[in-house]
C-alpha cells in the first residue's frame, strides 16, 4: 500500500498570502489529521476530519482551516500568513480511530 | 491534563542499547506510540503498545509501559549509526481523535 502523501513537499509564500496544503490518506484510511511542527512550540495538533467531518481542532486561529473530500483527501488553508506560520505541517492518517501513520510534510517559509 | 514529557539528548556507543523514556500525565490513554524524525523528514512510525499491555517487543525494539507510574519507554538493542534521529513518544485517546507529542528526545549514536 502506497504511504500518506502530502504535496507540496516545499512551499516559499509572502506575508499576507494564503496558502493551500494537500494530502492523500494510506488507501481506506478514513482519518486524517494535522499537525504543526516548529523548533520552539514542537508538534502541535491542528484538526482531525473523518468522513468529511471535523472531530476535533486546537488552539489555532481562524486563518487556519481545512476540509476533507469524500474520497478521503484532505486540504489544509491558511490565509494572511505570518512569519510565525513558517513550519513544517504533517498530516497523519488512521483507521477510525487507530494508529496513525504519517506523510513527510510540507515545509512552507514565509518570508 | 494532557503532558508528555522526554528528556533532551541521548548519546550512546555503536552496539550498545539505548533507553528512551517518557512520562505521561493522562491515564485515560488509549495507545502509546513511538515515532523517529530523520533530519528533514516526516515522522515514522516505529511501534506502539496498547494502554492494557505492559510490553512489547518487535525486533531490536522493546516498549515497556509501567500505567501505575505513566512511564514508557522504549529500548533499542544493538544501536546502529542509522538510528540517530529523533524519538517521539505520544498518546492518544479514543475521546479526542488527535495525538499528543513529547519534545522529542535526540539520539547520537556515536562510532
Known amino acids: 500500500k502506497a504511504g500518506v502523501t502530502q504535496t507540496p513537499r516545499y512551499l516559499i509564500k509572502t506575508r499576507g498570502q494564503q496558502v493551500t496544503l494537500s494530502c492523500s490518506p494510506i488507501?481506506?484510511?478514513?482519518?486524517v489529521s494535522w499537525y504543526q511542527q516548529t523548533p520552539g512550540q514542537g508538534l502541535q495538533f491542528l484538526f482531525e476530519y473523518f468522513s468529511e467531518t471535523q472531530r476535533n481542532k486546537g488552539n489555532f486561529p481562524g486563518r487556519f482551516s481545512g476540509r476533507q473530500f469524500s474520497n478521503s483527501r484532505s486540504e489544509m488553508n491558511v490565509s494572511t500568513l505570518e512569519l510565525g506560520d513558517s513550519a513544517l505541517y504533517l498530516c497523519?492518517?488512521?483507521?477510525?480511530?487507530?494508529?496513525?501513520?504519517f506523510g513527510p510534510g510540507t515545509r512552507l517559509t514565509v518570508t | 491534563g494532557e503532558d508528555v514529557e522526554q528528556s533532551l539528548f541521548l548519546s550512546v556507543r555503536e552496539g550498545d542499547s539505548s533507553v528512551i523514556n517518557c512520562t505521561y500525565t493522562?491515564?485515560?490513554?488509549?495507545?502509546l506510540y513511538w515515532y523517529k524524525q530523520e533530519p528533514g523528514a516526516g515522522l515514522q512510525l516505529l511501534t506502539y503498545?496498547?494502554?492494557?499491555?505492559d510490553m512489547k517487543q518487535d525486533q531490536r525494539l522493546t516498549v515497556l509501559l509501567n500505567k501505575k507510574d505513566k512511564h514508557l519507554s522504549l529500548r533499542i538493542a544493538d544501536t546502529q549509526t542509522g538510528d540517530s534521529a529523533i524519538y517521539f513518544c505520544?498518546?492518544?485517546?479514543?475521546?479526542?481523535?488527535?495525538?499528543?507529542f513529547g519534545s522529542g528526545t535526540r539520539l547520537l549514536v556515536r562510532p
Open positions: 497523519a492518517s488512521s483507521w477510525e480511530q487507530g494508529v496513525f501513520y
Open positions: 505520544a498518546e492518544s485517546m479514543d475521546s479526542s481523535y488527535k495525538l499528543i
Open positions: 493522562d491515564s485515560s490513554s488509549t495507545y
Open positions: 488507501s481506506g484510511h478514513r482519518s
Open positions: 503498545i496498547f494502554s492494557n499491555m
